[in-house]
């Protein structure tokens, strides 16, 4: 019978110097505050490590394994303070929602993809445990949105990290605290660095009904005078999707470009998605899109930031509220009811790359 310690964490554990807070197994956890006051924990096994921001939006900000950095290049090294999306953005993982999600569009009043991204959250723990799949360790928390007669929620993210992984475990539970039902839209926004020729490969045709390109580009977002090219390249993908399966370095997505992807599960109800490096290796990212059905692909890539969404499993699109209750998107979870999102995201090996793309083959076949 396996069993879990918990270990609640008090924000005087943090200081300027890290030291080790948990050992199990080859695991360790470390705390330690940037010098921008933002306190983190590093998760360390004896593939890599991921750092985690506790009380701030228990983002991942980043992970890397086998001597790999796996997170997006941005302009900020270190993560900032504030509840502003834009103000501190580059991590791994940031969880988005839940009152609304994406860009606000003319008629929203809601931040940048909610609230959920750099919420505050006033409780948090350090989990450790043995399963299946060995032992591991864990980073929660719980964030509470209170808003009298309108709203009230709890959400409560929880990452894992398993000895010897490449991968870590990712789950977000809501629950409507309210007798009422609740309107919800949620996106697990997950940020890989591009590998210059990496390759696309993912478990959905890639044609314009399942795999549909957005030609527009945000009001929130700057180009650096590329966009006659960007909208050429819109356009064409438009028609032919395929046409950005391989990153090759002459592709424009100066500022971005985001698709819609329908994707198609495997038995165990799980959507794959890979972009293969040069030497066969992986950056890997899978969902289950009966809990979320939109697979939104972001992809980012000039001077000042380089980032690959493979895939932002999320309730709806990335519009806003507006566009998305106009389109029959948003959810309704009942009074006292409890929804979760699962994902794993991380690296695969060149042979567990070459297995997960005849497995991707499968689910395309049938």
Same mark, same amino acid.
């Given at each position: ?32 505050t @940037?010098?921008?006051?933002v ?6 096994n004896?593939?890599g ?8 939006g ?8 086998d ?15 504030t509840? !502003? ?20 569009? %003319?008629e ?12 505050p959250y ?10 299946a799949? $060995? $032992?591991? +360790? ?12 309108n709203? =009230? ?21 809501v ?15 997950? =940020?890989?660095?591009?590998? !210059? ?8 045709r %890639?044609n314009?009904?399942e795999?549909k390109?957005? +030609?527009?580009?945000? #009001?929130?977002?700057? /180009?650096?005078g /590329?966009? #006659? ?12 999707? #395929?046409?950005?399966h ?8 100066d ?7 329908? @994707?198609r ?14 030497d066969?290796w ?18 980012a890539? =000039?001077?000042?930031?380089?980032a ?23 959810? #309704? ?9 699962h994902?794993e995201?991380?690296?695969?090996r ?17």
């Open positions: 019978m396996s069993t879990t310690t918990r270990i609640h964490l008090q924000r005087g554990l943090f200081g300027e110097k890290e030291k080790t807070v948990l050992e199990h197994g080859s695991l360790t956890v470390s705390a330690f @940037y010098s921008t006051g306190e983190a924990l590093r998760l360390k004896s593939r490590e991921i750092v985690l921001l506790p009380y701030q228990q983002q991942v900000w980043s992970a890397s394994f001597g790999r950095e796996l997170t997006m290049r941005s302009m900020f090294a270190e993560p900032v303070p509840r !502003d999306y834009l103000a501190t953005y580059g991590a791994f993982l940031v969880h988005c929602g839940i009152t609304a999600m994406g860009v606000p569009g %003319p929203d009043h809601h931040p940048l993809h909610g609230e959920l991204p750099n919420a006033a409780g948090a723990y350090l989990e450790a445990g043995s399963d799949g $060995g $032992g591991w +360790v864990g980073v929660g928390g719980r964030y509470q949105h209170t808003l009298a007669f709203r =009230n929620y709890a959400a409560e993210p929880l990452v894992k990290l398993h000895e010897g992984a490449s991968l870590i475990e990712i789950l977000m539970r629950t409507n605290l309210m007798h009422v039902d609740m309107e919800l839209m949620y996106m697990m926004h997950v =940020n890989f660095r591009p590998v !210059d020729r990496g390759r696309l490969v993912y478990s959905a %890639p314009p009904t795999v390109t957005h +030609v527009s580009i945000p #009001s929130h977002m700057q /180009s650096s /590329s966009g #006659s090219r960007l909208m050429e390249f819109l356009k064409r993908l438009e028609a032919n999707p #395929s046409l950005h391989v990153l090759a370095p002459d592709l424009c997505f500022p971005e470009i985001v698709f819609t992807i329908r @994707y599960a495997d038995s165990e109800g799980w959507a794959h998605s890979m972009q293969v490096h040069p066969g992986a950056s890997y990212i899978r969902h289950r899109p009966q809990e979320l059905d939109y697979g939104i692909r972001w992809i890539r =000039n001077a000042d930031q380089d690959l969404g493979l895939v932002l499993p999320a309730t709806a699109e990335h519009k806003g509220h507006a566009a998305a209750k106009a389109k029959g998107q948003l959810r #309704s979870v009942r009074g006292g009811d409890t929804v979760e999102f994902a995201a991380g690296l695969l060149a042979e567990e790359a070459k297995a997960m793309e005849t497995r991707i083959g499968r689910i395309l076949a049938l």
